[in-house]
């Protein structure tokens, strides 16, 4: 499975069957090979399986529009799912195998522009006496979150 996961998911068993792991916890979120996501142990049906060992998947993870988006050899699946900027967590990226035998590779690209919210998180920032007030503001955790990362 691909995909993203909190500081807080466990991706540990003692059970030697293969399975999901990504993706049973309010921590993660995952696409399976099969073409599945998962989510807080509920799976759907996101795109057709990939069997091919030569398939490229790829996410992007917009904190700005709090969405996560799959690709497939280049090409979209569309949005899997949203509402990831409203965690109040750092996100990671996160990759998990249970089969014996399966190879990944990881590749990481990434594109950098600082936004309108990024030039107020950090005058925000700024106007603060120490990066310990920032956790007193009234302002929504996810957003006190993107402060403290700042």
Sequence with gaps: MIGISTAGTSLNTDDCQSGNLMGTDNNSWGLCYKGTLSHRGVC???CDPF???NTVIGCHL???KGTLVYYKNGRSLGVAFSGLNEVGAA???TVCSTPAGNE???RHRSCRFFSLQEKCFTAVLKSVPNREAIR???LPASIRSN???V
């Design 104 to 106: 990944v590779e990881l």
């Design 44 to 46: 759907r049906q996101y």
């Design 147 to 149: 402060i403290e990362e």
């Design 136 to 138: 007193s503001l009234p």
């Design 91 to 93: 996100l990671y990226p």
């Design 51 to 53: 069997y091919d060992e």
């Design 62 to 64: 917009d904190l700005y």
